[in-house]
């Protein structure tokens, strides 16, 4: 079985991000990698760079839509709190405001829910709207629950 580390190591060594990437959280049950790469991705690959992660880490693709998307936020709610970090709660529309938010700033963002047989990743990436550096990625890590 993979670790938090060995798959959040994947996401961002794919994305050319690894270098200076640095856990925003990290405990038992959840981690939290962000980091830039100064390649720059063509806003039109956003989504199939995705998908070919997701199939590099042999992991089924929940559509953002799904009621399980909520489910999967709840836990990994439940997983930050069990760190040192103090956050507000977490709503299944909390991605939609972050890529709203985001893209208000004149940045392009993407994101993808996997599912692994015992964790959920979720993937973002995002961009100037005009194709400049830096790429930023974060990925989650959040133990699924039994």
């Given at each position: 079985m993979k670790k938090t580390y060995e798959i959040a190591g994947e996401v961002m060594g794919f994305f050319d991000a690894f270098k200076g990437s640095r856990p925003a959280i990290d405990n038992e049950r959840i981690l939290i990698v962000r980091g830039r790469s100064r390649k720059v991705?063509?806003?039109s690959?956003?989504?199939s760079k995705l998908t070919e992660i997701g199939k590099i880490l042999e992991a089924k693709e929940i559509d953002a839509t799904s009621e399980e998307i909520a489910e999967i936020l709840e836990v990994g709610d439940k997983n930050i709190k069990r760190s040192e970090v103090s956050t507000n709660d977490v709503d299944n529309k909390g991605f939609i405001r972050m890529k709203e938010e985001l893209e208000s700033m004149?940045?392009?963002v993407e994101y993808k829910v996997f599912e692994l047989p015992k964790f959920d990743v979720i993937i973002a990436i995002w961009e100037d709207k005009n194709e400049l550096p830096p790429l930023y990625?974060?990925?989650t890590v959040s133990e699924r629950e039994d």
């Open positions: 991705l063509p806003i690959e956003f989504e004149g940045l392009v990625v974060e990925v």
